[in-house]
């Protein structure tokens, strides 16, 4: 079974800083990976995914996410926050793979509560 | 380019009542979704469908059904409703298995 843990349920940056949002995944088999963020009261929004192709993957709103195979690892990074980036990331595991049938089924971390102080 | 809506965005229900969320999507995506979500816990998978006609469960199905008679609507029906579905509740849409999700807005449901 796929799983996906999320370390830190909330993360607090000052603006202009790092961020880093953590993210490690369990799969049998080498798995697609996602970045979803939500905005309060809003439906989730695609920010990347990893689909076996480059390691380092580049998304929207100047945010990238690197797979490490060795480490079972897909952390999320912005070089520089903003306030615009507070939100709640998840990361998530597909049951798709490269070659695979697959049904798209997503399994999601707990979730991650970003917040940016001025 | 309306891409998944959710109704009702709101609803309040009584134990032992039942209701149907609607879920349609405008892309001609056969792969749908629903997904509850609880604080703290992320998202959990209700049902899915991989085109009309053809659904299957996901993680937690109980006190839940579904069908999918069109490729656009994807209706989650709860019978008999419990405090333990109080939940938002989120359909979503895909093109294939390895893409990402387009999601709705969500329905806040509260069960007294």
């Known amino acids: 079974a796929q799983s996906v843990t999320q370390l830190g349920s909330h993360v607090s940056v000052s603006e202009g800083a790092l961020v880093l949002l953590r993210c490690n995944y369990s799969?049998?088999?080498?798995?697609?990976l996602f970045w979803y963020v939500q905005y309060p009261n809003q439906g989730l929004q695609l920010l990347l995914k990893y689909t076996s192709a480059a390691t380092l993957v580049k998304g929207i709103n100047g945010f990238e996410a690197e797979f490490k195979k060795s480490e079972t690892s897909f952390h999320l990074t912005k070089p520089s926050a903003h306030m615009s980036d507070a939100a709640e990331y998840f990361c998530a595991v597909s049951d798709a793979n490269a070659g695979g049938t697959s049904y798209g089924k997503l399994t999601f971390g707990q979730g991650t509560i970003l917040t940016v102080h001025p | 380019n309306a891409g998944v809506t959710q109704t009702p965005k709101f609803r309040i229900l009584k134990i032992g009542q039942s209701m149907t969320l609607q879920c349609t999507q405008d892309m001609n995506h056969n792969y749908m979704y629903w997904y509850r979500q609880d604080p703290g816990m992320g998202l959990k998978l209700i049902y899915y469908?991989?085109?009309?006609?053809?659904?299957d469960k996901g993680e937690v199905p109980n006190g839940y059904n579904v069908s999918r008679s069109t490729t656009e609507d994807f209706p989650l029906r709860l019978e008999l409703a419990a405090p333990s579905q109080t939940s938002v509740y989120f359909c979503a849409s895909s093109y294939s298995g390895g893409y990402g999700y387009t999601f709705g807005s969500g329905t806040r449901l509260t069960v007294v």
């Open positions: 799969s049998s088999v080498p798995p697609y």
């Open positions: 469908s991989v085109g009309a006609g053809i659904t």
